[in-house]
């Protein structure tokens, strides 16, 4: 049987429109876009230690260079270079022998200068009583006593000169004037060192106990410390192979200018070493606690660099992924401190990153607790 021909394409059109009905509402465009699990985290305003930072370098709290002062030959070197020695333990013994005898010349200069100022004495004396009975003039009589005066002068140059060939003969032995470490030995036995030049450098000592660092801050830095009182600052200072010091320090000076060339500002800590851990000339990290401060935190994972300078991806109120730039500062253990470009009680996505982009749609589970797995990152895999 055969159907007309305008009835039968009639039928054929319905049926390709039921067909079609059919397969739209029994499965779902394949372009569509899924939306993305992440793990949020709303960020809120908290309280965060201002922790200052600068590389500083160790010094002894007193460095004394030890020279000689008498020019003569080294006969002995009297301790362990690198040693600790106690203030007036001997370091070297210089020549004596010139010494001695220059103290013996004197000492007999004054002994003759003595004896010319005894008879000079008894002379003016003698003259002064015949001057009173009119037995000689006047005019002798005065110089007997000026002679007397001169002679009295030289003994008391004799006296000095007496002094100070004891003194030079006490310099032969050079003993430390501090307590302290000692350095390496400039000169050897036999050599010859010259008093008040270059040649007459022997050690150095430095004092470790307490021992001193000395940094540099920026002047936002300084004003933050100034800010927190310099008095209440601790001092902490981590050593090069990353370990703190156990022993906490305090500031002991702080500059009052500002280095034109660098824009800092010098400052020095002092801190106990009984046990000489640390060395004079060592580089270290110095912390210091400026306050508190009242700040916005995220991971620094979710901390991204892209070409107009760094972001991070919010959640919008349509549930979409947003860009925001923003202005990071300081570290504060595992996240950057934000400055700019985040508001309290935004919503910031820390998983998924690569996936996302600006308007898609995101399913966000707020961060767990530490040691969980981020549901969002379970889902991903």
């Given amino acids: 049987m055969f159907l007309p021909r305008a009835p039968f394409i009639r039928a054929v059109l319905l049926f390709s429109s039921v067909l079609g009905l059919t397969a739209c509402g029994g499965k ?49 070197r009297l301790y362990n270079e690198g040693s600790f020695v106690r203030a007036g333990a001997p370091l070297f013994q210089i020549e004596r022998a010139p010494f001695e005898i220059a103290l013996a010349q004197a000492k007999a200069a004054h ?5 010319t100022n005894d008879q000079a004495r008894r002379e003016a004396d003698r003259l002064a009583g015949l001057l009173a009975s009119a037995a000689v003039s006047k005019r002798l009589a005065e110089e007997a006593a000026t002679a007397y005066r001169s002679a009295t002068a030289q003994l008391a140059s004799a006296r000095a000169a007496v002094h100070e060939a004891e003194l030079n003969l006490s310099y032969t032995s050079v003993v430390a004037p501090i307590a302290g470490v000692t350095g390496r030995a400039v000169h050897s036995e036999g050599s010859l060192v010259t008093a008040n030049t270059d040649s007459s450098l022997l050690t150095t000592i430095s004092q470790t106990h307490p021992i001193w660092v000395r940094f540099a801050l920026s002047e936002a830095e300084h004003d933050s410390l100034r800010r927190a009182g310099d008095e209440k600052s601790v001092v902490e200072l981590v050593l090069a192979n990353g370990q703190t010091y156990g022993e906490h320090g305090q500031l002991n000076f702080a500059g009052s200018t500002v280095d034109q060339t660098l824009g800092t500002v010098q400052l020095r800590a002092e801190f106990p070493n009984p046990k000489l851990e640390i060395l004079p000339g060592q580089f270290a990290t110095v912390r210091l606690d400026a306050g508190t401060q009242q700040v916005l935190a995220v991971p620094q994972t979710a901390v991204l660099q892209g070409n107009q300078g760094r972001f991070v991806w919010t959640v919008g109120g349509d549930g979409k992924a947003m860009q925001r730039p923003v202005e990071v500062g300081d570290w504060l253990g595992q996240d950057w401190i934000i400055r700019k470009g985040l508001n309290d009680g935004d919503t910031v996505i820390l998983d998924n990153l690569m996936k996302l982009n600006p308007g898609v749609a995101v399913v966000s589970q707020a961060q767990p607790a530490d040691g969980a797995e981020p549901a969002a990152a379970a889902a991903a895999n």
């Fill in 28 to 76: 779902a465009d394949p372009n569509a876009e899924k939306p993305v699990p992440v793990t949020t985290r709303t960020v809120a305003v908290s309280t965060a230690p201002i922790v200052l930072e600068a590389v500083g370098r160790t010094e002894g709290s007193k460095e004394v260079e030890i020279r000689a002062r008498v020019s003569g030959i080294v006969q002995k």
């Fill in 111 to 115: 002994d003759q200068a003595e004896a």
